[in-house]
């Protein structure tokens, strides 16, 4: 069971960004969950200042773009 | 700092020849528009140059194309060069500065990094947290969305070099000078406390590796949404412009704007508050208001306004800052861009 976080205040892109994020855990096959962070407090406690950012499993992957739901599946593929 | 490398699906084009084909098919295009409308206009459909309608028509199938590609091929360039400078990358540049050098530093940083009103509330944690003074956050935060380059190559292009850099200077001026009133006045207590609480973290973002194809997409991504979010106005905008430029040039909006009335400037900065866009966003009303003959001062406010008073900006910057010093914020932000509308069009005219 992975764990997705979108790091964002709920603006356009960090929903675009959460919308990648489901759409590559259905692409990847895996058993993840997808939250959405909206605490600044947590976004920065997690090291990014730009948002939309991602975090799978308390690694940030992206911050400050939108990575494709391609992208994101090849992540969550990853072993390490 | 170790670099983060994230494994990447094989992309089906090799680079080199999607971005080598992009290129030739943009100067290709750009060279062949104008005529294309010339003769679109002038032969296939034998209009003469002294008709309006034929003046009209060939500047409207010239000027959207020209826009467009402008658009399409500096906002893509721009924005894969901006890439390179997050906040993240520029914030140990403004730690332990004082706060005339900082409130300098931050405005010119504040040119390239993107920005988004969305962020404003992490990036001002974040600045804060890691040591920067408070009055040299607010010369970033004033100028990251009022003076963006992709506004100053837009301006270029369609206005000459005069305007972008008169644009430049004037949102530069607010920005640092926002900076240091907001630091001369010691109003570090309207911070919200829990800023202060909160550990200096370095940043795990910037070790991400990104390649080339990564920064591409991230570029054409961002050209392509903001041209669709712009194409409606262009040719509401340019629509208008042409429109002018067959008939009889109006000058109802010169008179309401011009110089005869003395509150024009704040007028058109109070207007400018509930609309919010991102600076290049604005460049469609700027190039009517100036066709119009709104002076140039007047116009520069405007811009300003639309993209540095944000009442969104506000309501989400109330969360890291209490009242007093939104006031402030907003108070220096909008003297500053009356003063500089006044000053524009005492000095030009």
Redesign the interface.
């Given at each position: 069971m992975k764990t997705i976080e979108v790091l964002g205040s709920g603006c356009a892109n960090c929903n675009r960004l959460e919308a990648n994020a489901r759409e590559a855990v259905i692409m990847a096959g895996v058993e993840a969950e997808v939250v959405h962070v909206t605490d600044p407090r947590e976004i920065v406690g997690r090291g990014v200042m730009s948002t939309p950012g991602l975090v799978i499993d308390g690694r940030v992957v992206s911050a400050g773009r939108i990575p494709s739901a391609g992208d994101i599946a090849v992540w969550l593929s990853d072993p390490s | 700092m170790t670099a983060?490398v994230?494994?990447?699906?094989n992309r089906r084009l090799p680079l080199p020849l999607v971005v080598g084909t992009a290129a030739v098919a943009w100067l290709a295009a750009w060279m062949l528009e104008a005529p294309t409308a010339d003769w679109i206009t002038f032969t296939v459909l034998g209009l003469t140059h002294e008709s309006h309608l034929g003046e009209t028509l060939a500047f409207l199938l010239e000027d959207l194309p020209k826009v467009l590609l402008l658009l399409t091929g500096i906002v893509t360039l721009v924005t894969l060069i901006r890439?390179f400078f997050?906040?993240?990358r520029v914030?140990p540049l403004l730690v332990g500065r004082g706060l005339v050098p900082g409130s300098f530093a931050a405005a010119g940083v504040g040119v390239i990094t993107?920005f988004?009103s969305?962020?404003a509330?992490?990036?001002f944690?974040?600045?804060v947290?890691a040591g920067v003074p408070l009055g040299v956050t607010f010369a970033f935060l004033i100028a990251s969305p009022m003076v963006n380059e992709v506004a100053l190559v837009m301006l270029w292009g369609l206005f000459g070099p005069g305007i972008a850099l008169a644009y430049m200077a004037a949102g530069l001026t607010v920005a640092i000078v926002g900076g240091l009133v907001i630091g001369k006045l010691g109003l570090e207590r309207y911070v919200e406390d829990?800023v202060w609480a909160?550990q200096g973290?370095?940043?795990?973002?910037i070790a991400?590796r990104l390649t080339w194809a990564?920064r591409l997409?991230?570029a054409w991504?961002y050209t392509r949404s903001l041209v669709r979010k712009l194409l409606p106005y262009l040719v509401i905008g340019i629509g208008l412009g042409a429109l002018i430029h067959g008939y009889a040039p109006t000058d109802l909006v010169a008179t309401l704007g011009g110089r005869a009335n003395p509150f024009a400037v704040p007028i058109v900065v109070l207007l400018a508050v509930p609309m919010y866009s991102n600076a290049a966003g604005t460049i469609p009303i700027v190039q009517a208001l100036l066709g119009k003959g709104l002076p140039l001062g007047t116009t520069l406010s405007f811009m300003m306004a639309v993209t540095a008073i944000s009442l969104p900006e506000f309501v989400?910057l109330r969360?890291?800052i209490k009242l007093p010093l939104l006031a402030v914020f907003i108070g220096v932000v909008s003297t500053g861009i009356i003063a500089i509308g006044y000053l524009f069009n005492v000095l030009v005219s």
């Amino acid at each position: 069971m992975k764990t997705i976080e979108v790091l964002g205040s709920g603006c356009a892109n960090c929903n675009r960004l959460e919308a990648n994020a489901r759409e590559a855990v259905i692409m990847a096959g895996v058993e993840a969950e997808v939250v959405h962070v909206t605490d600044p407090r947590e976004i920065v406690g997690r090291g990014v200042m730009s948002t939309p950012g991602l975090v799978i499993d308390g690694r940030v992957v992206s911050a400050g773009r939108i990575p494709s739901a391609g992208d994101i599946a090849v992540w969550l593929s990853d072993p390490s | 700092m170790t670099a983060i490398v994230l494994p990447r699906p094989n992309r089906r084009l090799p680079l080199p020849l999607v971005v080598g084909t992009a290129a030739v098919a943009w100067l290709a295009a750009w060279m062949l528009e104008a005529p294309t409308a010339d003769w679109i206009t002038f032969t296939v459909l034998g209009l003469t140059h002294e008709s309006h309608l034929g003046e009209t028509l060939a500047f409207l199938l010239e000027d959207l194309p020209k826009v467009l590609l402008l658009l399409t091929g500096i906002v893509t360039l721009v924005t894969l060069i901006r890439g390179f400078f997050p906040p993240e990358r520029v914030r140990p540049l403004l730690v332990g500065r004082g706060l005339v050098p900082g409130s300098f530093a931050a405005a010119g940083v504040g040119v390239i990094t993107p920005f988004c009103s969305c962020s404003a509330v992490p990036l001002f944690i974040g600045f804060v947290e890691a040591g920067v003074p408070l009055g040299v956050t607010f010369a970033f935060l004033i100028a990251s969305p009022m003076v963006n380059e992709v506004a100053l190559v837009m301006l270029w292009g369609l206005f000459g070099p005069g305007i972008a850099l008169a644009y430049m200077a004037a949102g530069l001026t607010v920005a640092i000078v926002g900076g240091l009133v907001i630091g001369k006045l010691g109003l570090e207590r309207y911070v919200e406390d829990y800023v202060w609480a909160l550990q200096g973290r370095p940043s795990t973002a910037i070790a991400i590796r990104l390649t080339w194809a990564d920064r591409l997409s991230d570029a054409w991504a961002y050209t392509r949404s903001l041209v669709r979010k712009l194409l409606p106005y262009l040719v509401i905008g340019i629509g208008l412009g042409a429109l002018i430029h067959g008939y009889a040039p109006t000058d109802l909006v010169a008179t309401l704007g011009g110089r005869a009335n003395p509150f024009a400037v704040p007028i058109v900065v109070l207007l400018a508050v509930p609309m919010y866009s991102n600076a290049a966003g604005t460049i469609p009303i700027v190039q009517a208001l100036l066709g119009k003959g709104l002076p140039l001062g007047t116009t520069l406010s405007f811009m300003m306004a639309v993209t540095a008073i944000s009442l969104p900006e506000f309501v989400i910057l109330r969360r890291v800052i209490k009242l007093p010093l939104l006031a402030v914020f907003i108070g220096v932000v909008s003297t500053g861009i009356i003063a500089i509308g006044y000053l524009f069009n005492v000095l030009v005219s």
